[in-house]
């Protein structure tokens, strides 16, 4: 069975760093890409970007490109999304999730994790 | 970018009603669509792909139809567990775009 656990609910100041995971079981880590999608306080579902563990070739979001790194740990099976500058508006719930996927290439979402909430407030 | 408009944003049916959700996108995207469902306080879960192919598991009330650039979500039928919110979301190409919602209530 796949699963996607997620670390838990993080609360930092503005400016701070911060990496949250994502632990992938039940299926061949490298073998999928692997991504993260936002969810604002109150509002829809943001594509943030996607990781191939493998190589490590990704795609961002232009909205997030620059804001945040996607990378995963083959060894460890974990995927992460990381800041290094915190702003109040990048409180919010994060999900990662696994696409299918055919030769190589990611389609759409279809295992997702619980989800994390990074709360940023002075 | 794909921009994906979903309408209406808000549907207040009860149950047993055949419930429509549409998804205009900005350009043809052939049938590369998916529809998730959200309920409140947890994690998206994929109900069709491929514009009109149910995910395993999921009910026979909901169905799903188009190409191109409109695409229809129908629950015929709504049950009270179908309290959510419903989002379309295209992989015809990078980055993936959500529609920004539809909230259905149960009257």
């Known amino acids: 069975e796949v699963q996607l656990v997620q670390s838990g609910a993080e609360v930092r100041k503005p400016g701070e760093s911060l990496k949250i995971s994502c632990k992938a079981s039940g299926y061949s880590f490298t073998d999928f890409w692997i991504g993260w999608v936002r969810q604002m306080p109150g509002k829809g579902l943001e594509w943030m970007g996607i990781?191939?563990?493998?190589?490590?070739?990704?795609r961002y979001s232009p909205s997030f490109q620059g804001q945040v790194t996607i990378s995963a740990d083959k060894s460890h099976n974990t995927a992460y999304l990381q800041w290094s500058g915190l702003k109040a508006s990048d409180t919010a719930m994060y999900y990662c999730?696994?696409?299918?996927?055919?030769?190589?290439?990611?389609?759409?979402?279809?295992?997702w994790g619980q989800g994390t909430l990074v709360t940023v407030s002075s | 970018v794909i921009w994906m408009t979903q309408s209406p944003s808000l549907v207040s049916a009860s149950t047993g009603d055949r419930v429509t959700i549409s998804c205009r996108v900005s350009q043809g995207i052939t049938n590369n669509l998916v529809w998730y469902q959200q309920k409140p306080g947890k994690a998206p879960e994929l109900l069709i792909y491929?514009?009109?192919t149910l995910q395993r598991g999921v009910p026979s009330r909901f169905s799903g139809s188009g190409s191109g650039t409109d695409f229809t979500l129908t629950i015929s039928g709504l049950q009270s567990e179908d309290l959510a919110t419903y989002y379309c979301q295209q992989y015809y190409t990078f980055p993936r775009t959500f529609g920004q919602g539809t909230k259905v209530e149960i009257k």
């Open positions: 990781i191939y563990p493998a190589d490590s070739d990704s």
């Open positions: 999730a696994r696409p299918t996927s055919l030769n190589n290439y990611p389609y759409y979402f279809d295992h």
């Open positions: 491929a514009a009109s």
